[in-house]
Each structure stands twice: as C-alpha cells, then as structure tokens.
C-alpha cells in the first residue's frame, strides 16, 4: 500500500512562510500524482495543489496562486509544499495525498491514498 508520511507544519505569523514535506512510499504505478489537501475546523476538506509523477506539471488552487509552491524531489521520493505569505485562513490541517490518476479535473479533487495530517497554523 501506499504510504504517506507529513512533516513541517507548525505555528508561524502572517505574512510568514512554511515546507511541508511528504515522504511517500509502496507506490506500485508509475503514473498518477501526488498533492496536498487541507481542513480547516468546521470546513470541508479542499484541494490546495498538486504535481503530475510523469512531467511534473502542477496546479493549484485559486486561493494559494502565487503563494505556495509544490515540487517532487524523486531521488528522495518526497514531495514538498512551499507556503510563503501565509495568511490566516490558511491555518488547517495539512494532508498529503496521492492516486493512480491526476487529483483534479480543476474543478473536482479525487484521492486515493492519504496521510495522517500535518497542522498548520497562522497566528498575528
């Protein structure tokens, strides 16, 4: 099985900046992408972004554009979100996520295979 594993959330202040690491394994496709989902209390679970395993093409979520950054390093296989001018309503718990095809349609978010949460938060 596929197996996910989130690090680098914590406590930091608007305006600051934040890596999230997701150290993947047991994969048995080739294809597929991996991303990072986020719930923030009392909300739904949204897409935030995510990279193709084959040309590396990402998307992201119109809320982070701009702001966050999503790469693959494969030699580690970790993938990694770069959250730069946070805000507050970024503050949520942070999941990885992974399946055997794209996690969105741009408009929908599918996963398959989930970690265990990382928590992000922004404080003043």
């Known amino acids: 099985d596929v197996h996910l594993v989130e690090s680098g959330g914590g406590l930091v202040y608007v305006g600051g900046s934040l890596r999230l690491s997701c150290a993947a394994s047991?994969?048995?496709?080739?294809?597929?992408?991996i991303g990072w989902f986020r719930q923030a209390p009392g909300k739904e679970r949204e897409g935030v972004a995510c990279?193709?395993?084959?040309?590396?093409?990402?998307y992201y979520a119109d809320s982070v554009k701009g702001r966050f950054t999503i790469s693959s390093d494969n030699t580690k296989n970790t993938t990694y979100l770069q959250m730069n001018n946070l805000k507050f309503e970024d503050t949520a718990v942070y999941y990885c996520?992974?399946?055997?095809?794209?996690?969105?349609?741009?408009?929908?978010?599918?996963?398959?295979?989930w970690g265990q949460g990382t928590q992000v938060t922004v404080s003043s």
């Open positions: 996520a992974a399946a055997p095809w794209d996690l969105t349609d741009g408009s929908h978010w599918y996963a398959d295979y």
């Open positions: 047991g994969f048995t496709f080739d294809d597929g992408s």
């Open positions: 990279i193709s395993r084959t040309d590396g093409i990402a």
